[in-house]
């Protein structure tokens, strides 16, 4: 289980899967459970990897589109915990927040959130959607990782075995891309850096969340850090930050983004609440399972052998990961 007792240990990353109750608390609203929430956040996040490919196809730079459909998120997300104030979106906490570490939470949590989602929206239409929503798969395992280097949790020999499985699912992913061209290939190593990003992200959050926030505050101020970097970057690099041309397509693709992550990030800190960091990172496990699909039926982007491959071996990480923690789980109790 998570040392949480170790020196350094934010009050905000103790026994953050304790209190989750993942055994049987009770809950008052499917959104309070970790399940229902890890299915809807892993959907969406898939969804909004097939629109990032669809971008140019209606004339949007996959940038442009992002920029605009995080803020329109965060305005949405906003308007939601407007009206419904009380609600399960409002989340827990109270308004004893430091301002200065609330502040620096939101800057690095930010940057953390808009790099990958950048390297993955450029991606995209580079090496395919379907490769982008399997890279999305690994950060379980590196969370676990990072977790154990950082002495969150002790080490687990199944989850040690996962944690290699979820590395040789990574190998083959790499390996898949040598069919594509050397454009492509190289996009395909830089895609492969977004589960680190992610979780590096799903650790520092968790170890650095201030005491008192909740949930839906760290999710819109993460969101507008994100889309004031974004801004500053297309505005340097003199990216279009509108479509060729404002038709129904380009204007429909920008509102269903916004819509996915309105929600899609507004339930993202309640799970990281809800269920700390390792639970969290297996949405990159139900993206990446829905992001073949959607792949394959948007796009009809095909799964080689060694994609195939890299499914099975992060499957099989996911499964010792998890397993790992159940027993530990168990042996103390």
Same mark, same amino acid.
């Given at each position: 289980?998570?040392?949480?007792?170790?020196?350094?240990?934010?009050?905000?990353?103790?026994?953050?899967?304790?209190?989750?109750?993942?055994?049987?608390?009770?809950?008052?609203?499917?959104?309070?459970?970790?399940?229902?929430? !890890?299915?809807?956040?892993?959907?969406?996040?898939?969804? +909004?990897?097939?629109?990032?490919? %669809?971008?140019?196809?209606?004339?949007?730079?996959?940038?442009?589109?992002?920029?605009?459909?995080?803020?329109?998120?965060?305005?949405?997300?906003?308007?939601? @915990?407007?009206?419904? %104030?009380?609600? +399960?979106?409002?989340?827990?906490? +109270?308004?004893?927040?430091?301002?200065?570490?609330?502040?620096?939470?939101? $800057?690095?949590?930010?940057? =953390?959130?808009?790099? #990958?989602?950048?390297?993955? $929206?450029?991606?995209? #239409?580079?090496?395919?959607?379907?490769?982008?929503?399997?890279?999305?798969?690994? #950060?379980?395992?590196?969370?676990?990782?990072?977790?154990?280097?950082?002495?969150?949790?002790?080490?687990?020999?199944?989850?040690?075995?996962?944690?290699?499985?979820? !590395?040789?699912?990574?190998?083959?992913? %790499?390996?898949?891309?040598?069919? =594509?061209?050397?454009?492509?290939?190289?996009?395909?190593?830089?895609?492969?850096?977004?589960?680190?990003?992610?979780?590096?992200?799903?650790?520092?959050? @968790?170890?650095?969340?201030?005491?008192? &926030?909740?949930?839906?505050? !760290?999710?819109?101020?993460?969101? !507008?850090?994100?889309?004031? &970097?974004?801004?500053?970057?297309?505005?340097?690099?003199?990216?279009?930050? @509108? #479509?060729?041309?404002? @038709?129904?397509?380009?204007?429909?693709? =920008?509102?269903?983004?916004?819509?996915?992550?309105?929600?899609?990030?507004?339930?993202?800190?309640?799970?990281?609440?809800?269920?700390?960091?390792?639970? =969290?990172?297996?949405?990159? +496990?139900? &993206? %990446?399972?829905?992001?073949?699909?959607?792949?394959?039926?948007?796009?009809?982007?095909?799964?080689?052998?060694?994609?195939?491959?890299? $499914?099975?071996? $992060?499957? &099989?990480?996911?499964?010792?990961v998890s397993k790992g923690r159940a027993s530990g789980?168990?042996?103390?109790?």
């Open positions: 289980m998570a040392d949480t007792t170790r020196p350094g240990a934010s009050a905000g990353a103790a026994s953050l899967e304790q209190q989750a109750g993942l055994s049987g608390v009770r809950r008052g609203s499917p959104l309070d459970q970790p399940l229902v929430l !890890l299915l809807i956040v892993g959907g969406f996040l898939a969804v +909004s990897t097939v629109i990032a490919k %669809a971008a140019p196809m209606t004339g949007w730079h996959p940038l442009a589109l992002l920029q605009w459909s995080i803020l329109g998120g965060a305005a949405g997300l906003f308007a939601i @915990t407007r009206i419904k %104030a009380r609600g +399960s979106m409002a989340g827990v906490g +109270s308004s004893s927040v430091s301002r200065g570490k609330f502040a620096l939470y939101l $800057v690095i949590s930010g940057l =953390l959130f808009i790099g #990958p989602n950048m390297i993955a $929206v450029v991606s995209a #239409p580079k090496v395919g959607a379907g490769f982008v929503s399997l890279s999305y798969a690994f #950060p379980l395992v590196l969370t676990y990782g990072f977790a154990v280097l950082l002495r969150i949790e002790k080490f687990q020999v199944l989850r040690g075995a996962g944690v290699l499985f979820g !590395l040789a699912g990574g190998v083959l992913l %790499a390996a898949s891309g040598r069919q =594509l061209s050397v454009e492509a290939s190289w996009w395909a190593m830089v895609a492969l850096s977004i589960p680190v990003f992610l979780a590096f992200g799903n650790i520092y959050r @968790t170890l650095k969340w201030p005491a008192g &926030a909740r949930p839906v505050d !760290l999710a819109l101020g993460m969101m !507008l850090v994100g889309f004031l &970097a974004l801004g500053l970057f297309t505005a340097i690099a003199g990216i279009p930050v @509108t #479509p060729v041309a404002w @038709t129904a397509e380009a204007t429909g693709l =920008l509102i269903a983004q916004i819509a996915i992550f309105a929600f899609q990030y507004g339930l993202y800190f309640r799970l990281q609440h809800t269920a700390g960091p390792v639970y =969290l990172s297996q949405i990159g +496990s139900v &993206a %990446a399972v829905i992001g073949l699909g959607l792949g394959y039926l948007a796009f009809g982007e095909v799964p080689n052998l060694p994609k195939l491959a890299a $499914v099975a071996a $992060v499957g &099989a990480g996911i499964v010792l789980l168990k042996k103390t109790s």
